[in-house]
């Protein structure tokens, strides 16, 4: 099948990709010179794990293309993917400015039927407005489908080549039909292809980000609990994880959730909320406790240091919002960084991919190391806010010969507390006792 992606970022270059993996011809258009040509010449511009292999194999094999010209990429396909940003505006509400325009520019060039694909997230009633924005150039037949994506940064390669659901929202027959065999191959071991209405399905997407934002709150406010009343989260997660009716998934606590979907998503369904009158209390809550989150080490740092912190170097693991990717929006480390800097301390940091997008952010206000433990030296502590493998299982015989004192404030939980304990090291984590070698 031929097939259009209208945007080539995260989300539309994976979509294309895989699709291509499939056997489909896929062009992907995106108005961006310089990204296109970087493209076609087989440099691929996100980092995702196992994705790069995929990219260069369908490209050599000519089934993926690349070009700033939305008539080219768009006239022999059956079906065009809208992966197009959908930024919060000021008042919180997802920005529909790309895939409106991009719709009416859609109408102004279609001749014959196409299923028309919204890929990106995009607050209920937008495939509603997509349909009205392109009906204003063109009158002949065509559908507006919401086909939600639910990848995991990090594991978005095998989530879309064996997804655990595929959402597919129309009220059309002809392109429930077309949907469901270009994904026939992504689901024959038995998942569920789950067809509703377009409104259902937009919604589903903001309600699974939502629900696990909440999640992961709820489990940070537990950890706070846990310090208070001397209870170790880690046991409190191992009980009630085991309970079917919560699982296990998204119960580690944290320094908070960021990256592109969950703040964004959390807050636009917030704000669609209000906009017929309800007031969603449980979700203006699980905003709130994560923004604190994101600085829950601050207190347990400026205590150990009586309150003083100009002066003093601290190294920092971890810049990405999560492993296995370079996205850094709404990343933890960088509203840390902010504090120490603006309390007068100096900061080193590494991270295995995301460190040019921070430089590209920050600058030379910090210093950037080559390797976890060159980031130590001279350092009076080391943080811990991403949790990569590597950091897992490190030479603490080196972090002991870098680092000015043997004091680490891990804000993912990596260590065991009584190993780390045994080596001596002042530790405090989230949600379990500190080991204290405060002299």
């Given amino acids: 099948m031929k097939i259009a992606v209208v945007g080539t970022g995260y989300v539309g270059l994976v979509t294309g990709t895989c699709f291509a993996e499939t056997g489909n011809e896929v062009i992907c258009v995106d108005i961006d010179k310089r990204k296109v040509d970087m493209l076609t010449n087989g440099e691929i511009t996100i980092y995702e794990p196992g994705l790069e292999n995929l990219f260069l194999r369908n490209q050599k094999e000519g089934r993926l293309s690349f070009t700033t010209d939305l008539a080219e990429g768009i006239k022999d396909a059956k079906i065009v993917f809208l992966a197009l940003p959908t930024p919060p505006g000021e008042d919180g509400s997802a920005d529909l400015k790309y895939v409106l325009g991009v719709a009416e520019d859609l109408g102004k060039l279609l001749t014959d039927y196409k299923v028309l694909v919204d890929k990106s997230t995009v607050p209920v009633g937008t495939a509603e407005k997509v349909r009205a924005?392109?009906?204003?150039?063109?009158?002949?037949?065509?559908?507006?489908?919401?086909?939600?994506?639910?990848?995991?940064?990090?594991?978005?390669?095998?989530?879309?080549?064996?997804?655990?659901?595929?959402?597919?929202?129309?009220?059309?027959?002809?392109?429930?039909?077309?949907?469901?065999?270009?994904?026939?191959?992504?689901?024959?071991?038995?998942?569920?292809?789950?067809?509703?209405?377009?409104?259902?399905?937009?919604?589903?997407?903001?309600?699974?980000?939502?629900?696990?934002?909440?999640?992961?709150?709820?489990?940070?406010?537990?950890?706070?609990?846990?310090?208070?009343?001397?209870?170790?989260?880690?046991?409190?997660?191992?009980?009630?994880?085991?309970?079917?009716?919560?699982?296990?998934?998204?119960?580690?606590?944290?320094?908070?959730?960021?990256?592109?979907?969950?703040?964004?998503?959390?807050?636009?369904?917030?704000?669609?909320?209000?906009?017929v009158d309800y007031d969603f209390q449980i979700l203006n809550a699980v905003m709130d406790v994560n923004e604190k989150q994101k600085l829950h080490l601050m207190p347990k740092i400026r205590n150990y240091f009586n309150g003083e912190l100009s002066g003093k170097h601290f190294a920092i693991w971890g810049l990405a919002f999560k492993p296995n990717t370079d996205d850094i929006r709404e990343a933890p480390a960088l509203y840390m960084i902010d504090e120490l800097l603006a309390e007068g301390a100096t900061v080193t940091v590494f991270d295995p991919e995301a460190m040019k997008n921070v430089k590209q952010v920050i600058g030379e206000k910090i210093n950037y190391a080559d390797n976890q433990y060159d980031a130590l030296k001279g350092a009076d502590a080391l943080i811990i806010a991403t949790e990569w493998n590597e950091f897992r299982s490190p030479d603490f015989l080196k972090i002991v010969t870098h680092l000015k004192n043997k004091i680490i404030f891990d804000g993912r939980n990596l260590f065991d507390v009584s190993a780390i304990a045994e080596l001596g090291f002042h530790y405090e984590s989230i949600g379990r006792k500190p080991v204290s070698q405060k002299k």
Avoid: H
């Avoid at 002809?174 to 399905?201: C, Q, T």
């Fill in 133 to 275: 924005a392109v009906a204003k150039n063109y009158s002949g037949e065509f559908d507006v489908v919401s086909n939600p994506e639910f990848l995991r940064e990090g594991v978005a390669v095998e989530d879309f080549m064996k997804p655990d659901r595929v959402v597919i929202g129309t009220s059309s027959d002809r392109g429930r039909k077309l949907m469901g065999e270009l994904y026939a191959p992504f689901v024959r071991s038995g998942n569920p292809v789950i067809y509703m209405d377009e409104r259902s399905a937009e919604l589903t997407k903001y309600a699974a980000n939502s629900f696990l934002a909440t999640k992961i709150s709820f489990m940070n406010e537990v950890a706070q609990l846990c310090e208070r009343l001397g209870a170790d989260v880690d046991m409190v997660r191992l009980g009630i994880g085991s309970d079917d009716r919560i699982g296990k998934r998204f119960l580690f606590p944290g320094i908070g959730y960021g990256g592109s979907c969950f703040p964004k998503d959390v807050q636009a369904l917030v704000r669609s909320s209000s906009e």
